[in-house]
């Protein structure tokens, strides 16, 4: 593994903490931001979004955030898992299949 990924990693771990142990106790306009705000999704995401193409950061992610959400999580294990892996699949098709970056050589 590269630094970087170890980087994400970590990053990820930090903000699950987070997530778990500080964001349940904020309310604004007496709604609970752990029912809509979720950081490592978002993380996961954008990651996946500006990855190259053939990058593999986006996977390690999705593997690593999920493991950190089924850790916290009340689901059954493999459930944040399978669905973050999908999220960044269906992220990488898309910008594979109809996204071209423009190239002026």
């Known amino acids: 593994m590269t630094k970087k990924e170890l980087a994400v990693i970590g990053i990820l771990g930090i903000l699950a903490i987070i997530q778990v142990s500080f964001v349940p106790h904020f309310k ?20 996946a979004f500006f990855e190259r193409r053939r990058g593999r950061l986006g996977w390690i992610a999705a593997l690593s955030g999920g493991i950190f959400l089924d850790l916290f999580s009340g689901r059954f294990f493999g459930f944040w898992i399978a669905l973050l892996l999908a999220a960044v699949g269906f992220i990488k098709m ?3 299949k109809y996204v071209r970056i423009p190239s002026f050589w």
Do not use: C
């Open 28 to 47: 604004i306009l007496a709604v609970e931001w752990s029912r809509w705000i979720n950081f490592i999704d978002t993380a996961v995401i954008v990651i």
């Open 94 to 96: 898309v910008l594979k």
